[in-house]
């Protein structure tokens, strides 16, 4: 704690916007990793295959019991939008999914940008309170008389070395959650986007099938 002092000392006042950056950053990066990786995101693969079985049995309940199973899960809400209009045209049951994918996909790109946003401005402020340290650096060395030359040029030195390494140490991480948070959405809308149109095939032609037997059958 002594060591957090003694630098937000020395960096000077650029270290305050520094320190309300590092708060916003990490508040919603946990925010954003909590909500994609723990709440919104499932194995794609074995919930499909799960609901894949439902349908082609033609338990279409059961696999809006499954989707149900996973409120939170993102896959889990497409395409039980599609699901539930399975006895519909085939076109409704489409625009069901397309209006479920606008509605998820926005909650799951919610306040991401910011966190590269966030970055950007703690590197950018370090970079200012360099430029302050430097600034009073040179202005000691004109300035003052030569007795206090060297405490004034070694806080001013301080100051931006202090500034520096404060914004990148908020910017790195917050980069690498950024990166981490984008990879894990877009593999979340890729299966989405998968699963869905493999859902409304599937269904399409499993009417074709129950159509084709129904004329054999008559």
Known sequence: MGAIVDAFD???PFMWPIMILAI????????????????????????YA???????????????????????AALGQVLKAGLTRANQ??????????????????????????????????????LLGTIQGLIQAF???????????????????STAMFTTMSGLIVAIPTILMDAIVANKTQKIKDEIELYALKTVNLIESNRRTSGAGAAANG
């Open 10 to 12: 020395k960096g000077g």
């Open 24 to 47: 916003f950053a990490l508040a919603i990066g946990a925010e954003r990793l909590y909500f994609i990786i723990v709440k919104s995101n499932i194995n794609g693969k074995a919930f």
């Open 50 to 72: 799960q609901v894949q079985k439902q349908i082609m049995n033609g338990t279409l309940e059961a696999a809006v019991r499954t989707c149900n199973e996973v409120p939170d």
């Open 89 to 126: 045209d085939i076109k409704e049951l489409s625009d069901a999914i397309d209006e479920s994918v606008m509605e998820v996909f926005p909650r799951l790109d919610k306040r991401t940008a910011y966190l590269n946003k966030l970055a950007n401005m703690a590197t950018l402020t370090g």
């Open 139 to 157: 202005d000691a060395v004109a300035n003052l008389p030569a007795d206090q030359k060297q405490t004034a040029l070694a806080g001013g030195i």
